[in-house]
């Protein structure tokens, strides 16, 4: 069984600091990885994606990858109320022709003013 | 969400009634997927189709049926419905940039009394 382990939080950081967000998965021949964003009542959409070891920046947003350890982390700099959200891990291992994706269950973010 | 459409948005449904939920793509991909989300269980993948004519099971496939009939559609069906039923679908597609992505359709809210 493929498990992909965020903590549930919720994760309270006031406007303008660093938000920490953490994932683990257990199958090591995982080949991708994404986080995506919620809003409450809202589809899933993709914020960032990585492949290969290290960190990762696209603006306010930084992913940091380890295979090693298989662990996938989210920092979101200077963060907003706007970035209150959940946060899903996800993890894809190859099956068949299709990338099978397997998700966390979330981390619930609240940045408050 | 454009690219992705599912039909209904919001759906209830008697114990032992069946209902089809409908997804819809203009992105000609070969991949789609459906999942369900329950509060603090994240995105489960029930079913998913590589390719047209094609369908494997996912993570939770027990109470449903799909059918991938043409390249653009992609349907799950439940014939006999369970208040264990009720949550929120959603329907996906590989991204258009990078293909181990998901694209998700805006849902299907489910109540199964």
């Known amino acids: 069984q493929k498990e992909v382990e965020q903590n549930s939080g919720p994760l309270s950081v006031p406007e303008g600091a660093i938000a920490s967000l953490n994932c683990t998965y257990s199958?090591?021949?995982?080949?991708?990885f994404f986080w995506y964003r919620q809003y409450s009542g809202k589809s899933p959409e993709l914020i960032m994606s990585?492949?290969?070891?290290g960190d990762k920046e696209d603006g306010r947003f930084t992913a940091q990858l380890n295979k090693a350890s298989q662990y996938v982390s989210l920092l979101i700099r200077d963060s907003q109320p706007s970035d209150s959200a959940t946060y899903l891990c996800?993890?894809?291992?190859?099956?068949?022709?299709?990338?099978?994706?397997?998700f966390g269950r979330g981390t619930s973010l609240i940045v408050h003013p | 969400n454009a690219g992705v459409t599912q039909t209904p948005k919001f759906q209830v449904l008697k114990t032992g009634q069946s209902m089809t939920l409908q997804c819809a793509q203009d992105?000609?991909?070969?991949?789609m997927y459906w999942y369900r989300q329950d509060p603090g269980m994240g995105l489960r993948l029930i079913y998913y189709?590589?390719?047209?004519?094609?369908?494997d099971k996912g993570e939770v496939p027990n109470g449903y049926n799909v059918s991938r009939l043409n390249k653009r559609e992609f349907s799950l069906r439940l014939e006999s419905a369970a208040p264990s039923q009720t949550s929120v679908y959603f329907c996906?597609?590989?991204?258009?940039?990078?293909?181990?992505?998901?694209?998700f359709g805006p849902g299907t809210r489910l109540t199964v009394t």
């Open positions: 996800a993890v894809n291992a190859r099956g068949g022709g299709s990338y099978i994706p397997t």
């Open positions: 199958d090591r021949g995982s080949q991708s």
């Open positions: 990585i492949y290969s070891n």
């Open positions: 992105m000609n991909h070969n991949s």
């Open positions: 189709s590589a390719s047209e004519g094609t369908t």
């Open positions: 996906a597609i590989p991204g258009s940039t990078k293909k181990h992505e998901q694209y």
